[in-house]
């Protein structure tokens, strides 16, 4: 199972990024997939994700402003970050039920 994010890289505040993530190596259909990030010195800490029946679930500090969506044809998900803020500046990784990770992407947002 391979996954490779995409789409990362620098942003003013208030700006926006949409990140992608495709899968290959297996049949995902069935699968959570989502987000997570990690900042420098902090723990990996949950974005977002949506299961295979299209359930939802986002950190409290993305609500809001940031939109996961799938393509489950293309075993591909999406991130649409809205309204960045420095405090989203992370690595972002992407992740098939906690279980394959991506190997992130870079998100930098200046003040």
């Known amino acids: 199972v391979q996954l490779v994010e995409s789409g990362g890289g620098l942003v003013q505040t208030g700006g926006s990024l949409t990140l992608f993530c495709v899968a290959s190596?297996?049949?995902?259909?069935?699968?959570?997939m989502g987000w997570y990030r990690q900042a420098p010195g902090k723990q990996r800490e949950f974005v977002a994700n949506?299961?295979?029946?299209?359930?939802?679930n986002y950190a409290d500090s993305v609500k809001g402003r940031f939109t996961i969506s799938r393509v489950f044809a293309k075993n591909t998900v999406y991130l649409q970050m809205n309204s960045l803020t420095p405090e989203d500046t992370a690595v972002y990784y992407c992740?098939?039920?906690?279980?394959?990770w991506g190997q992130g992407t870079q998100v930098t947002v200046s003040s």
């Open positions: 992740t098939i039920d906690r279980t394959f």
């Open positions: 190596g297996g049949i995902f259909t069935t699968a959570v």
């Open positions: 949506m299961s295979s029946v299209r359930n939802v």
